[in-house]
């Protein structure tokens, strides 16, 4: 078991390096706190997944770990580097910037976010040249490597309005992974998708997991968390409720997660 739930906690206990280190995240929205304080390590070849209820923080939760979101209050490190706000108490030190946490963290949305003018090479291009700086004759080799990861190079120079939802998503993650980040964030990257094209992308999803790519999932496709999911993490109301290694969809200990998992079962 790679942590354990201590409260709302969910803190290593392995060997293996924690890449990413969160305590005491809050996160809040005029008077509204969405994050209520998470303590949660990811550590560097883990696949986390987070589910629960619509509303329950998942989302806010991934977002800041890339500071899309800045959070209120807290501490989040990555590789070591601070970029939220610290902990009462810690000294100051120096924070690291947006950018560069972005340059770590691939992140695949809901929506795919391809723009319409690029074909499927270079949107991936695009943010290799824009992010890495690559000269284009570098990114364009650079892309297609990475289109040909999701079994996507024979659409290389389609654009998106030729591609259907699926194609597009794992365009999406092609564009993340060709920037070799440390760690994928993936936000219910199937919730856009028709029911028949969620298994194409879930299968590429798998195939990140089998390189050995840390890996933080909101997701409620229960199949996909089950295979997947080296650490589950069940949040409602902003807080961790409860954390749980593999077969933890099969025994999870709080009345509120059981009620949960019931449900998306039906």
Sequence with gaps: MSAAAVGTHAVADTDRAVLIRIRGLRKSFGTQEVLCGIDLDICAGEHVVIVGPSGS????????????????????????????????????????????????????????????????????????????????????????????????????????????????????????????????????????????????VLRTMRQVAESGMTMVVVTHEMGFARDVGDLNVFMEDGAIVETGARGFFDNPTSARAKEFIRAVRR
């Design 57 to 200: 923080g998942k989302s806010t939760l991934l977002r800041s770990i890339n500071l899309l979101e800045k959070p209120t209050a807290g501490s989040l490190r990555v590789n070591g580097v601070e970029y939220g706000p610290g902990l009462p108490g810690e000294p100051p030190q120096r924070r690291g910037s947006p950018l560069a946490l972005r340059r770590t963290v691939g992140m695949v949305f809901q929506q795919f976010n391809l723009f319409p003018h690029l074909t499927a090479l270079g949107n991936v291009a695009l943010s290799l040249r824009s992010v890495r700086n690559m000269k284009a004759s570098e990114a364009r080799v650079k892309a297609a490597e990475s289109l040909r990861s999701v079994g996507l190079l024979q659409r290389a120079a389609y654009y998106p309005a030729e591609l259907s939802g699926g194609q597009q998503q794992r365009v999406a993650i092609a564009r993340a992974l060709a920037l070799d980040p440390s760690v994928m964030l993936f936000d219910e990257p199937t919730s856009a998708l028709d029911p028949e094209l969620v298994g194409e």
